[in-house]
Each structure stands twice: as structure tokens, then as C-alpha cells.
């Protein structure tokens, strides 16, 4: 686990992936597009979770399949703690199959692996372009 950038306006990033290549290109391309917002990392589930409680991100970009804790029970939790948070699911499957409730209303949008580099920042920028309006 650890936090890349430390930009102070107030918006940050937290990126959950088991894959240690995977995590560390997602969080740089992260840490590249959006130099100005603070990025976490986190390996698992369990780990994203504990950054969370710390740092309470506002977009959260996790993989669905992950050891000791999956991507699915991870946003159950993260909802339970701040239903406005922004999660993004990253998964191999097309289609999410979710037997622990309504996939709508744990993800805000799904990315599907192998992640486009395009489709990344546009689903983080349109993240940070609604926070920012909220707030404003």
C-alpha cells in the first residue's frame, strides 16, 4: 500500500488490484493524468479497505476478483461507510455476476480488462468533473 501524489485539492484516488504489474501501470497512468489529486494503491480488498477508512478517498477504481477480500464485498463496505463515493469495478467479464446485491448500486461503472488507457481517464475525469461540480 501507498500513496503516489500528494495534491492538495482535496480529491483522491484509491486503486485496489491484486496484480502487482497491473496496480503498478494503473497507478501510474493515474498518478501521470491526474498529477494535481492524490492516489493510494492498495494489493486486495482488505488492504483498500483499511485506506479507505484512513484516507477516504472519493473515486475508488478496484479490480472484482482479489484474495481475502473481493472487489464486490470491498464496495459493500466502502457504500456502507460513504454512499456518495465513486467505485469503479475493473473486471475480465463483460458482464458483472453479482449474487450480493444490485451491481448498480455498489459501481458507478465498470471497466473491462484489459484496461484501455482512454477509457481509464475518461471514467476518472468524468469522477473528478462530478465531485468538483457537487462541491462547487
Known amino acids: 500500500m501507498k500513496t503516489l501524489n500528494h ?5 483522491s484516488i484509491l486503486c485496489v488490484e491484486d496484480d502487482p504489474t497491473s496496480r503498478l501501470i494503473l497507478s501510474q497512468i493515474i498518478a501521470t493524468k491526474f498529477s494535481a489529486h492524490k492516489v493510494h494503491c492498495a494489493e486486495n480488498g482488505k488492504g483498500g479497505l483499511e485506506l ?15 484474495p481475502i477480500l473481493d472487489g464486490i ?3 459493500a463496505e466502502i457504500r456502507a461507510l460513504n454512499p456518495v463515493t465513486r467505485i469503479i469495478a475493473m473486471s475480465g467479464d463483460s458482464e458483472l455476476d453479482c449474487q450480493s446485491g444490485d451491481i448498480e448500486t455498489l459501481f ?8 484501455d488507457q482512454k477509457d481509464l481517464v475518461s471514467v476518472i475525469g468524468d469522477c473528478i468533473e462530478r465531485i468538483a461540480q457537487e462541491r462547487a
Not at 479507505?52 to 482479489?66: A, K, Q
Open 7 to 11: 495534491g492538495n485539492n482535496g480529491i
Open 52 to 66: 479507505f477508512r484512513e484516507f477516504r478517498p472519493d473515486i475508488v477504481l478496484t479490480d472484482i476478483s482479489m
Open 73 to 75: 464485498r470491498m464496495a
Open 108 to 115: 458507478d461503472g465498470h471497466l473491462l480488462k484489459p484496461i
